[in-house]
Antibody
Framework: QVQLVQSGAEVKKPGASVKVSCKAS????????ISWVRQAPGQGLEWMGW????????NYAQKLQGRVTMTTDTSTSTAYMELRSLRSDDTAVYYC??????????WGQGTLVTVSS | QTVVTQEPSFSVSPGGTVTLTCGLS?????????PSWYQQTPGQAPRTLIY???TRSSGVPDRFSGSILGNKAALTITGAQADDESDYYC??????????FGGGTKLTVL
């Protein structure tokens, strides 16, 4: 069965970086993309970006351009999302989602990233 | 900047029918945006309900249905149940690997 298992919760100081992993299993990793979505406390879902696991092509939300990098390691079927220059408003639960053409069909369990001095 | 609009909140009686909508700040939603719908309960990851306007995801009961109504995408729940009380998010595909989420609708069943 398809599973996306994300890394554990992180606490970071403002200005630091965080790298969240998303390990996929149960399907051919390179046949789908991976999107990253975040949710600040009490807020809605926000699209962060997408990466093709086939060729590494990426698209990022304009507001995160320059601070976010999404990568994949096809040898381990793992996707990564790195966010730099963290601010307090980056505190959120970060989700990865398998992306099937135009929609998300499977989701990771979420990773809480807390940014606090 | 593209803004996807959803009703902030809605309520429905048990057994009733409710239609949530998903619009664009400028323009109409069509099947070309491949609207999809996701259900989320507090503390849980989203669950995929509907994709490509009206295709139910595996395991989703047929009381959930998707459509285009006028210039908006719509999610209809027929025969609402208590455990349908959740947040519902619409997502539109903008092409070239880009998506936009709506702000979500908090559905209360009472």
């Amino acid at each position: 069965q398809v599973q996306l298992v994300q890394s554990g919760a992180e606490v970071k100081k403002p200005g630091a970086s965080v790298k969240v992993s998303c390990k996929a299993s149960g399907y051919t990793f390179t046949s789908y993309g991976i999107s990253w979505v975040r949710q600040a406390p009490g807020q809605g879902l926000e699209w962060m970006g997408w990466i093709s696991a086939y060729n590494g092509n990426t698209n990022y939300a304009q507001k995160l351009q320059g601070r976010v990098t999404m990568t994949t390691d096809t040898s381990t079927s793992t996707a990564y999302m790195e966010l730099r220059s963290l601010r307090s408003d980056d505190t959120a639960v970060y989700y990865c989602a398998r992306t099937s053409k135009q929609y998300y069909d499977y989701w990771g369990q979420g990773t809480l990233v807390t940014v606090s001095s | 900047q593209t803004v996807v609009t959803q009703e902030p909140s809605f309520s429905v009686s048990p057994g009733g029918t409710v239609t949530l909508t998903c619009g664009l700040s400028s323009g109409s939603v069509s099947t070309s945006y491949y609207p999809s719908w996701y259900q989320q309960t507090p503390g849980q990851a989203p669950r995929t309900l509907i994709y490509s306007t009206n295709t139910r995801s595996s395991g989703v009961p047929d009381r959930f249905s998707g459509s285009i109504l006028g210039n908006k995408a719509a999610l209809t729940i027929t025969g609402a149940q208590a455990d349908d009380e959740s947040d519902y998010y619409c997502v539109l595909y903008m092409g070239s690997g880009r998506w936009v989420f709506g702000g979500g609708t908090k559905l209360t069943v009472l």
